[in-house]
C-alpha cells in the first residue's frame, strides 16, 4: 500500500458550477454520501483514523456513476429542448418527451444502469447496447431501469459503434468515453466524478 502524505493537502482549485449541488439534492433517494470508520485498518496501518467513503448506495444504485451521469445527460437533454438552465428534472422531461427525445448509450455495467435511471426521471427511453460477454445479471439491472437493453456481437469497441449509428438515427448519444468530436458529456461526466468522489459533499 502507498500512502501519499500530500493528498491530505488536495483541494479541487477549478471552477464548479453552483447549480449542480442543488441538482443532485432534487432527485430521489438524494443522500451525501457516509463516511464509515475503519478503526482496525487505522490499528494495522498505525494511523489514528481510517475512513471509507461507502458508495454502495448512490442515490439508489450501487456506484457513483450516477453523480456524472444524470447531470451529463441533463444538461444534454436540456441543452438539445432549449431548455433554460436551472429547470427542474421534472421540466426538462416534459420538453423532452414533447420532443421525441430518446437516449442511446452504450456499456459495460453501471453506466446503461445509471443512464436507463435518467431517463426513467425524465419519462423518456433509453437503447442500450452492451457486449456479448455482459452476464445476464447486469443486462437484468439495466433493464430493471427502464434501459432497452441491445446485446452486440462483439465486444465494447463494437458496442460503441452500434451506439453511434443509433444515434444517427435520431437518437441523443450519451456516453462516458470521448472520441475526436465526441467531447463534451464525457468532460461534464468526468470532472463531476473527480470532484464528488474526493469529497463528502455529495
Known amino acids: 500500500m502507498y500512502l501519499s502524505p500530500e493528498a491530505s493537502r488536495w483541494s479541487f482549485t477549478g471552477s464548479f458550477n453552483p447549480e449542480v449541488e442543488p441538482f443532485h439534492r432534487s ?8 463516511l464509515v470508520s475503519l478503526p482496525d ?10 475512513f471509507m467513503k461507502d458508495e454502495s448506495n448512490r442515490l439508489g444504485l450501487p456506484a457513483f456513476k450516477i453523480l456524472g451521469a444524470s447531470w451529463a ?3 444534454a437533454v436540456a441543452e438539445k429542448c432549449n431548455v433554460p438552465p436551472g429547470r427542474s428534472v421534472e421540466e426538462v422531461g416534459k420538453a423532452a418527451k414533447a420532443q421525441g427525445i ?16 435518467m431517463a426513467k426521471y425524465l419519462s ?34 463494437d458496442s460503441v459503434r452500434y451506439a453511434q449509428d443509433e444515434a444517427e438515427k435520431g437518437g441523443l ?13 464525457p468532460k461534464v461526466f468526468n470532472l463531476l466524478l473527480s470532484v464528488f468522489t474526493s469529497s463528502n459533499n455529495g
Not at 432527485?27 to 457516509?34: C, F, I, N, Q, R
Not at 448519444?173 to 458529456?185: C, K, N, P, S, T
Open 102 to 117: 430518446r437516449l442511446v448509450t452504450c456499456t459495460e455495467g453501471n453506466w446503461g444502469r445509471a443512464v436507463s435511471r
Open 173 to 185: 448519444l450519451v456516453m462516458d468515453v470521448a472520441y475526436a468530436g465526441y467531447e463534451q458529456i
Open 124 to 157: 423518456i427511453t433509453a437503447t442500450v447496447f452492451v457486449p456479448d460477454f455482459m452476464d445476464l445479471a447486469t443486462q437484468k439491472k439495466i433493464e430493471g431501469e427502464g434501459g432497452n437493453v441491445i446485446v452486440v456481437d462483439g465486444d465494447y469497441d
Open 27 to 34: 432527485l430521489p433517494d438524494y443522500a451525501v454520501t457516509p
Open 41 to 50: 485498518v487505522a490499528k494495522d496501518l498505525g494511523l489514528k483514523h481510517v
Open 73 to 75: 445527460v441533463y444538461k
